[in-house]
């Protein structure tokens, strides 16, 4: 059991006020309360919210200050709710100011760490004429939607060796298009360059045929440091190349195990390079608290970043780990804030 001295509560900024159920039943044996507010519960000029405030296994609707140390849950995010946000006061610390990463900043920023740089598949701003350029140069690509969406509007183009194009959408059953210009027009017609990246697409190893990846979750501890607490694997449903769309998930090392890779190595590997992700997309993407990194591994076994994740789904651990795990993951950002609460005094 985790005991956490009775202190301020701990801001928990969500899309719609609720009780949180894993936390009243954490409450009762860890002491700690917690805050749970809207943006449209929150009146900005007094700074103040209304919402349910947890206590030792018991909520109550009050209205109240906004706590000193709020932890951002708010996804998808909006503009207008962040202008809001970075106009509280000082005194008031949020972590998780961004929550819905945009992949090509966190391309670039990754860029910067020469370590987590030799794991990023080759990407590219969208722009259509440059398309023709980088389906030659790298056959096979991935075109996604640069804000998260869960898995939806991902697309898969490859040109195959009879020089026609073969266009996918979710499964692994394409649309074979003739290799000319108005194909790339259709592509272009259906994808939105603002909106969208282009991504070199890597043959990953599969289980069973089946396509996955390792989520890795990363948070910050009680002292303010990054550390590794959770780690699984999805494994994407037959026929589809995206692991958003899982037949179920599993614990990472025991399917690295299975695939007989050297499974200590690879999570021992991919666990570094999460750590310094979290580092340095905190230097670009303001005041973070946890985040959670997706790889795949390709025929060689070395990991590639898929995806970042500002606001991790933790349910997704909630089936496969010990209880023990499932309650520092949930545990982990009352820890931080209790320690940032510390830091305010």
């Not at 670039?108 to 701003?125: E, F, G, R």
């Not at 060689?300 to 970042?308: D, F, G, L």
């Not at 500002?310 to 997704?316: A, S």
Request: no cysteine; hydrophobic share 40%; charged share 20%.
């Amino acid at each position: 059991m985790i005991i956490i001295k009775r202190q301020l509560p701990i801001g928990f900024l969500v899309n719609s006020t609720a009780k949180l159920p894993i936390y009243t039943d954490l409450s009762t044996t860890n002491q700690f309360r917690l805050f749970v507010f809207e943006p449209a519960n929150i009146d900005w000029q007094t700074n103040t919210a209304h919402g349910l405030l947890l206590n030792r296994g018991h909520w109550f609707w009050k209205r109240r200050q906004l706590p000193k140390v709020i932890y951002n849950r708010i996804y998808p995010e909006s503009k207008l709710v962040n202008s809001k946000l970075q106009q509280l006061p000082d005194q008031i610390i949020l972590f998780n100011q961004v929550t819905q990463f945009d992949k090509w900043q966190v391309y670039q920023s990754l860029q910067t760490n020469q370590l987590v740089k030799q794991h990023l598949p080759a990407s590219y701003p969208y722009d259509p004429e440059h398309l023709p350029d980088l389906i030659n140069k790298h056959h096979k690509l991935i075109l996604k939607p640069k804000k998260g969406h869960q898995g939806v509007g991902i697309w898969r183009l490859e040109l195959l060796e009879n020089e026609s194009y073969a266009l996918y959408r979710d499964l692994e059953f394409p649309a074979i298009l003739p290799n000319n210009p108005l194909t790339l027009a259709l592509v272009n017609l259906i994808i939105d360059p603002e909106l969208y990246l282009i991504q070199e697409y890597l043959d990953f190893q599969t289980i069973d045929g089946q396509h996955f990846d390792v989520r890795i979750l990363v948070q910050k501890n009680q002292k303010g440091q990054w550390e590794v607490t959770a780690a699984l694997s999805r494994i994407a449903k037959s026929n589809y190349f995206i692991t958003n769309i899982s037949d179920r998930s599993v614990k990472g090392f025991t399917l690295l195990q299975r695939l007989n890779l050297p499974a200590l190595a690879i999570m021992t590997n991919i666990e570094q390079i999460s750590k310094e992700t979290a580092q340095t997309l905190e230097k670009d993407f303001g005041h973070l608290g946890e985040i959670s990194v997706d790889f795949g591994l390709d025929q060689q076994a070395k990991p590639w970043i898929i995806e970042v994740n500002g606001k991790p789904n933790k349910e997704l651990f909630n089936e496969i780990l010990p209880t023990k795990t499932i309650s520092k993951i949930y545990l982990q950002p009352i820890l931080y804030g209790q320690y940032l609460n510390s830091l305010s005094h």
